[in-house]
Nanobody
Framework: QVHLVESGGGLVQAGGSLRLSCVAS????????MNWYRQAPGKQREMVAS???????NFTDDVAGRFTISRDNKWNRVYLQMNSLKPEDAGVYYC?????????WGRGTLVTVSS
């Protein structure tokens, strides 16, 4: 079975930083592209960042230059470092991958940005 578990969400002030973590199990982690999605209240879920097996990363334009994504293959973890946070960054952040032809999702971690 595939499990993705996020952590690190919380309440931060606008302009602050937060680092999210996701630990994966049930997959050969190092060969998988890993993704971060987010969903704000009343809005559709959107991809914000991805990192492939070689370490190449992509970001949506809204977060490029402020967010970074990294992975630790030894510990089957992917991270999302979020800097210069804005109120519009708030929402539930989900870890995601695709394995055996199916989307795999974590349960999400809530990020709240004040002011």
């Amino acid at each position: 079975q595939v499990h993705l578990v996020e952590s690190g969400g919380g309440l931060v002030q606008a302009g602050g930083s937060l680092r999210l973590s996701c630990v994966a199990s049930g997959i050969n982690f190092k060969i998988y592209t890993m993704n971060w999605y987010r969903q704000a209240p009343g809005k559709q879920r959107e991809m914000v960042a991805s990192i492939d097996s070689s370490g190449s990363a992509n970001f949506t334009d809204d977060v490029a230059g402020r967010f970074t994504i990294s992975r630790d293959n030894k510990w089957n973890r992917v991270y999302l470092q979020m800097n210069s946070l804005k109120p519009e960054d708030a929402g539930v952040y989900y870890c995601h991958t695709k394995s055996w032809g199916s989307d795999r999702w974590g349960r999400g971690t809530l990020v709240t940005v004040s002011s």
